[in-house]
């Protein structure tokens, strides 16, 4: 088609015409004897394979053999020469840049359709972007069948093999990893155990409605059902990144979601192979169904440790990158690759490799690179996923207008009802048991979000993609419910989960920047509930992660991370980490003012590698003190286990002195309570003492319980501050220098040691003066002021309180 487009001379008029609409929309023109050309059919063109075999090979074969290998000469047709150009050198050749520019075109569509969308922030208030990019794609597909072009579908090929890879490795790369661990066990009981519910229950239903009469589908065999049932079942990361991420629900919702989309793929790779290999035997025996179940460990733990080993390798690889700073990030993106595709090549998953491989490299890379190639890396990343989301979402729409559909009432209802009736049921069931050990259990809002959230994408657009004809007929009817339960859950479940977590008032993902002193707590708690297991004999994942933290620490940061770094307690490190990134936004903010024109110390690493770093200065103990503490911990923290049994509240034993020491402690405090008593009464009132308001007011009230005693005239004068009347540290005898005076009439103190301690009350005040207190004509100052503070007599005294409180002789 595109020979007779660029030859035909009707042809002609529209070149112009279409041209501009594949620059400006991406447009692919057709290919030479092909039903589906396209980006993703046409990747390995002939000429492409020619060239590349013209350069990896050299055969020796006749140079008139390969007309390729010639000049390029302006020839129509082999062996005619065409008429002379007026311009030698100018000419259109467009199959010679074919590929790249049809590339180019579609990733600038995707660009500049992400662009537009967070441009216009009305719409992307209401609408998700994965619902908008699928809609572009649509009118895409229908403009590209419009001009009477076949529109590209997207290969599985080039979605597994170059689309998927950069979002599941920009997932796994910057993955939390202590909510990840925290909540691994729940992870792992919605991944399997879901998606295997999710399947059986899918495809035994779907088989039962498949042998209704009337239906038209009785031919429709059991494996071929619960293949179907495995594909649709998996929970898609692409289609949940993309409207997790615009809700900003909060982490733990987040990561027990994604985290299932993530870990489910060992299940439905598992699944897809299983059935579709059973779908070519003549009978399946039981040994065939032992084998699949084995094969679900070899798939999940054969990816992991693929992507461990690379992960080792890359890390390891990264120390040795001081001298050249430059390719250190092409060292992350091509050892997380190969750990994907030599995942593939086994078909293990190569999603669960790639996972563990950026898992395992990161903490290490980090450690060994520069700060400039860590930015080059989040940056390269993030913006390598995205472009492949926005290309996925589009190509799905344009794969719906392109793709044969045979519509089936029956099948797409019963398959969309059985799919969303399957989650609810199996988040329901599952969240049951799980709250059984969860401390932090999971709320009725929490399980909806869980079942709300389980979108599906195109991931099980490819795998039904990748069916063969042969042993599936029914291909068609599969790939049509498939893609209704896809455009069913992105556009109706993605548009309404936002409104639908504020209305249930879900907590949101606080964006608070952490802190240092939240991570010295953090390790605080870490370190307090290892220590409580190891006391208790409980062998908790706290006891775990600390023996791991210290192999880790003891010997392979020794071996993957260079120089000084290695030894740097975390607490330091992550100071340093946290102190250049406000640098970086500070710097970035402008508030820094000006700069120092001081060359930057990783500018130097860069042009000067050699010079090697200054040691950094660590706090460190004396050797005395440092023995000291491994004794104290030697002895009391090393044999807790030998000095104690398991911790069991059924079997304690009980301590036959308990008693008789809480019953020392109770009189020990009863006797200590009665000694403060006396103490106070001795000192101040017994009762408890009003303030000057109530006082004046009782007095005003009966002045005749407060007439003095007749014998009240030579107490002594007590001078107590005024600041604190009660205070007893305040109370001083005035006349104390009189006692080294000559005798003199008989003092106070003499009449106290006579009589006791008496305290004088003021005389009767006449009617219209104070009723609390009147000063005298010839009373000093300071009297005064003794006598206004004694004013407050305090509770009324009993009948027989008018006598000395101590007297002389008791």
Known sequence: MGARFLGAPCSCRALPFLFCAAALLGLLPGSTGSVNPGVTQQVYSPELKAAVESITTAPPVPLDSHPESKHPKNTSAPGKHTHQKAFPVLGIDYKHVRIPFEIALWILLACLMKLGFHVIPTISSIVPESCLLIVVGLLVGGLIKAVGETPPILESDVFFLFLLPPIILDAGYFLPLRQFTENLGTILIFAVLGTLWNAFFVGSLMYAVCQINGTGLQDTELLACLLFGSIISAVDPVAVLAVFEEIHINELLHILVFGESLLNDAVTVVLYHLFEEFATFDKVTFTNIILGFLSFFVVSLGGVFVGVVYGIIGAFTSRFTSHIRVIEPLFVFLYSYMAYLSAELFHLSGIMALIAAGVVMRPYVEANISHKSHTTIKYFLKMWSSVSETLIFIFLGVSTVAGKHHWNWTFVICTLLFCLIARVLGVLGLTWFINKFRIVKLTPKDQFIIAYGGLRGAIAFSLGYLLKYDHFPMRDMFLTAIITVIFFTVFVQGMTIRPLVDLLAVKKKQETKRSINEEIHTQFLDHLLTGIEDICGHYGHHHWKDKLNRFNKKYVKKCLIAGERSKEPQLIAFYHKMEMKQAIELVESGGMGKIPSAVSTVSMQNINPKTLPVERILPALSKDKEEEIRKILRTNLQKTRQRLRSYNRHTLVADPYEEAWNQMLLRRQKARQLEQKINNYLTVPTHKIDSPTMSRARIGSDPLAYD???????????????????????????????????????????????QGLVMRAKEPSSPGTDDVFTPGTGDSPSNQRIMRCLSDPGPRPDPDEGEPFIPKGQ
């Open 708 to 754: 003095p005693k007749p014998d009240s005239e030579n107490l002594p004068i007590i001078t107590i501050d005024p600041a604190s009347p009660q205070s007893p540290e305040s109370v001083d005898l005035v006349n104390e220098a009189l006692k080294g005076m000559s005798r003199l009439p008989p003092s106070p103190e003499e009449d106290e040691d006579e």
